[in-house]
């Protein structure tokens, strides 16, 4: 089974609140921008409306590659609040 498929599998119970937030003037003033690149899930981009770096919180997999790998240290992260994030299942 591909990575992809495997991660196909996982379910996830969106909260109404991002539990990843962005310090955007960070952001800006970044060149690196390694969120576009190392997130498994494809998460991070950059707005066609603002050209602001976004992150779509709702598919994480709650593994914290984001927050370990950002230079700035411009990501807030937190767990899900509880009963809400990606619940795993194998098989
Ligand atoms: S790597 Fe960090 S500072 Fe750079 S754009 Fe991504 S979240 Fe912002
Ligand atoms: S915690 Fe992992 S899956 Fe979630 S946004 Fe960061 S790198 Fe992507």
Redesign the pocket.
């Known amino acids: 089974m591909k990575v992809e498929e495997k991660l196909a599998l996982g379910f996830f119970r969106t909260d109404d609140r991002s539990h990843?937030v962005l310090d955007q003037e960070a952001c800006r003033a970044c060149d690196l921008k390694v969120?576009l690149k190392?997130?498994?899930?494809?998460?991070?981009s950059i707005s066609e409306e603002t050209g602001e770096v976004v992150?779509?919180?709702a598919?994480?997999?709650?593994?914290?590659?984001?927050?370990l790998?950002c230079p700035k240290g411009a990501?807030r992260?937190e767990y899900p609040r509880g009963g809400y994030g990606v619940q795993y299942r194998y098989g």
């Open positions: 990843i969120c190392i997130c498994p899930a494809g998460l991070y992150v779509e919180y598919g994480c997999l709650e593994c914290g590659t984001c927050l790998a990501i992260w």
